[in-house]
């Protein structure tokens, strides 16, 4: 049995703010996600993808048979991992590539990461980047980024064409931004869009990036939140993060000068998406 701790504990009756333009929503919450925290330990990436398609497979299950499953919220710290969306370039990978390494990452006929390969052990179906860290294509949408220690990772798996959510993929990623913005304003940190490429940045440097997926309305993915994690595994000689060139990465540990509690930042995290999204959160208690 997963293990509750108290890290998380929600403010019972806390105050809402409104006013933003995305807060549109009814101010009753109509949905409860239950919160699946894997925070107390590192997780390698390959489980927490496996584990986002063996929710969204039980929920298309249960949807067939006309049985209730609620949305989730996924939270991580994954080990180092680098992922291409599924339609990202291998040209945002800086170094050179074999043969081989692009038969197995290329668009079209590669290898995905899939359940079939992540049971059989998926050891034919990612690269190594120079320093080491393995790299994947999935599913999601967005170019290639980075996943690892320093990061609150999070898989929102909603079902849009429910209340109080919507069926508009536009409109699911400005939410995410909206809630990623609000988590950085508690931290008196300005966190702004671009008109071209989704996620969060401060100033010109990136801090959140944001890739989604969409099965029959029913979302895996999210988005990965620079906390304390090392600036080294952006370096522009492995990968181009999201494909922005001229564009740097930060984490609020360097915009603040200190080291931040990630427990902390989840808490945060979690009322901005009731707030943003008018829904209740509570542990899952498996």
């Known amino acids: 049995m997963k293990e509750i701790t108290s890290r998380f504990f929600r403010r019972i009756g806390s105050a809402r703010r409104v006013g933003s333009p995305l807060l549109f929503l009814s101010r009753n919450a109509s949905s409860t996600a239950l ?8 997780t390698p990436y390959v489980a927490g993808w496996k584990l986002q398609q063996q929710l969204l497979r ?36 800086s170094f050179e590539l074999s ?16 359940l079939q390969s992540a049971e059989q052990g998926f050891d034919d179906c990612f690269i190594s980047a120079p320093n080491g860290v393995p790299i994947f294509r999935v599913e999601r949408g967005g170019e290639v980024t980075f996943h690892g ?14 209340d109080p959510f919507k069926k508009d993929l536009h409109w699911y990623l400005r939410a995410i931004e909206e809630v990623v913005i609000k988590v950085l304003a508690r931290y008196n940190i300005e966190g702004t869009r671009d008109d071209i490429n989704s996620g969060v940045f401060v100033g010109t440097n990136k801090i959140c990036a944001i890739g989604l997926s969409s099965s029959r309305w029913m979302t895996t993915h999210g988005f990965a939140l620079n906390i304390n994690c090392d600036l080294k595994y952006f370096d522009t000689s492995i990968i181009m993060p999201c494909g922005l060139e001229g564009r740097g990465v930060t984490s609020v540990q360097r915009l603040l000068g200190k080291r931040i509690e990630m427990n902390q930042v989840a808490d945060t995290i979690l009322d901005c998406m009731e707030e943003v999204f008018r829904i209740d959160t509570e542990y899952n208690n498996i």
């Open 35 to 42: 919160i699946h925290d894997h925070l107390y330990e590192r």
């Open 58 to 93: 039980e929920r298309m299950n249960r949807i067939r048979a006309g049985i209730h499953f609620s949305d989730r919220i996924l939270m991580f710290e994954h080990d180092a991992t680098y992922t291409l969306g599924r339609g990202a370039k291998e040209e945002y990978l």
């Open 99 to 114: 043969e081989n390494d692009r038969s197995i990452l290329c668009r079209k006929n590669g290898k995905r990461l899939s």
């Open 149 to 162: 220690p320093g990061q609150i990772v999070c898989y929102p798996l909603f079902d849009l064409t429910k």
